[in-house]
Every structure is written in structure tokens, then in C-alpha cells.
């Protein structure tokens, strides 16, 4: 970033896009900090940032895109034994994201990790790519003001903002893992309750 300045901004956060680990909150409290001991300006910043995000965002929707109904088929039937995941399950899902996947891909831009992962469901989806950029470009500006705002206005102690934000990452994984969980089970149980049923109807 000190050598790169706007670029290098650009470049780490589209990185961040596509391999998540990399955590965005130092890239860009760090990037906020920068702008009160050197030349740089916070709402560059933020435009590189955003720039960086999009993309970093359009790379893993076109790696959605890749993901052909007939690919995606061909994978599920791999991954059903292991997984129980039902390709009328994969169709339900895709079913209502095209009715909710502009808000779905603009709220999912400030959960840590989901915020780039977001982007290939919404290619599988064959999500309109103009509204894809528009929602993706809105959600990624307002996390990339927040955190640049905030590295700034904390200046020297902006790893306090990156030391919370990891907290939030951590919470906010582990909601997630027990959401998945629970829908796991949810659907394993289900299913069963449906096979109870339709033997019970056989023998009747």
C-alpha cells in the first residue's frame, strides 16, 4: 500500500474478494490511517477500495456463471451421497434468489466471509449482471466508508477497529455454522419424517 498507494488498495481488496481469509478491515482501516500521515485521500481511498471489491466480486460471479445447470447436476450427483443435498433442493434455492437476490447480495456485503462468497450463487443464478454490479457496488461502498472512515479517524490506533471487527467475523462464523447446522438437520429429519410417511401410506 505504501509503495502502490490507490492501486495497491485496489489490488488487495479484489484479492480479499476471492480468497476471503484475507481480512478487508486492516486493508482498509489501515488504508483510512494512511490518509492522516501521507498525501492520500480518504474518498480515493474509498474509490479504490470499491473498484477493488467489484473486481474481485465479478470474478467469482463469472466463476457462477461457469457453473452450467448440467455442471451443477453432474456435481450434485457426486456430492448427494455424502451431503444429501437433492437437486430440487439446488433449484428451490436458486428459485428464490432470483425472486430476493438483490437484497440478498447487497445485505450480504457487510457479513465477513458470505460478503464475497455471495457473488458465485449469484452467477449460478444467472443473476441480471447490471443489478448484480449495481447492489454489489452500493453494499461494498458503505463497508468501505465505514472501516476507511473509522482507520482515519482513529488514526495510530486503528488496529483497535481491526481487533473488533475480527470479533464481529468470529460471532458472525459462528452464527453462520450454527445456522447451517440447523438446516442440515432440519433437512436430514425431514426427509426421514417423508419416508416414514410414504412407506406408512404403502402399507395402509
Same mark, same amino acid.
Given at each position: 500500500?505504501?509503495?502502490?498507494?490507490?492501486?495497491?488498495?485496489?489490488?488487495?481488496?479484489?484479492?480479499?474478494?476471492?480468497?476471503?481469509?484475507?481480512?478487508?478491515?486492516?486493508?482498509?482501516?489501515?488504508?483510512?490511517? !494512511?490518509?492522516?500521515?501521507?498525501?492520500?485521500? !480518504?474518498?480515493?481511498?474509498?474509490?479504490?477500495?470499491?473498484?477493488?471489491?467489484?473486481?474481485?466480486?465479478?470474478?467469482?460471479?463469472? %466463476?457462477?456463471?461457469?457453473?452450467? @445447470?448440467?455442471?451443477?447436476?453432474?456435481?450434485?450427483?457426486?456430492?448427494? @451421497?455424502?451431503?444429501?443435498?437433492?437437486?430440487?433442493?439446488?433449484?428451490?434455492?436458486?428459485?428464490?434468489?432470483?425472486?430476493?437476490?438483490?437484497?440478498?447480495?447487497?445485505?450480504?456485503?457487510?457479513? @465477513? $466471509? %458470505?460478503?464475497?462468497?455471495?457473488?458465485? @450463487?449469484?452467477? !449460478?443464478?444467472? !443473476?441480471?449482471?447490471?443489478?448484480?454490479?449495481?447492489?454489489?457496488?452500493?453494499?461494498?461502498?458503505?463497508?468501505?466508508?465505514?472501516?476507511?472512515?473509522?482507520?482515519?479517524?482513529?488514526?495510530?490506533?486503528?488496529?483497535?477497529?481491526?481487533?473488533?471487527?475480527? /470479533?464481529?467475523?468470529?460471532?458472525?462464523?459462528?452464527?453462520?455454522?450454527?445456522?447451517?447446522?440447523?438446516? %442440515?438437520?432440519?433437512? $436430514?429429519?425431514?426427509? /426421514?419424517?417423508?419416508?416414514?410417511?410414504? %412407506?406408512?401410506? /404403502? /402399507?395402509?
Amino acid at each position: 500500500m505504501n509503495q502502490f498507494g490507490y492501486w495497491g488498495i485496489a489490488l488487495l481488496i479484489a484479492i480479499e474478494n476471492i480468497f476471503p481469509p484475507i481480512p478487508s478491515e486492516i486493508i482498509l482501516t489501515f488504508g483510512g490511517f !494512511m490518509t492522516t500521515y501521507t498525501t492520500m485521500n !480518504m474518498w480515493l481511498v474509498i474509490l479504490f477500495a470499491t473498484i477493488g471489491s467489484m473486481v474481485g466480486a465479478i470474478v467469482l460471479y463469472s %466463476v457462477g456463471r461457469l457453473l452450467t @445447470p448440467e455442471r451443477l447436476d453432474r456435481l450434485i450427483d457426486k456430492v448427494e @451421497p455424502v451431503l444429501r443435498i437433492k437437486k430440487e433442493d439446488v433449484r428451490k434455492a436458486e428459485s428464490w434468489f432470483n425472486k430476493r437476490g438483490n437484497f440478498t447480495v447487497f445485505f450480504c456485503r457487510f457479513i @465477513p $466471509i %458470505v460478503r464475497s462468497l455471495i457473488s458465485i @450463487p449469484a452467477g !449460478m443464478a444467472s !443473476m441480471n449482471f447490471a443489478s448484480f454490479l449495481i447492489f454489489t457496488t452500493f453494499g461494498s461502498a458503505i463497508w468501505n466508508v465505514v472501516l476507511v472512515y473509522l482507520g482515519s479517524v482513529f488514526g495510530e490506533n486503528w488496529g483497535v477497529i481491526a481487533d473488533v471487527m475480527e /470479533k464481529y467475523s468470529s460471532v458472525t462464523l459462528v452464527i453462520l455454522a450454527i445456522i447451517a447446522i440447523a438446516l %442440515v438437520s432440519w433437512l $436430514i429429519i425431514s426427509r /426421514k419424517n417423508k419416508k416414514i410417511e410414504e %412407506v406408512t401410506s /404403502k /402399507k395402509n
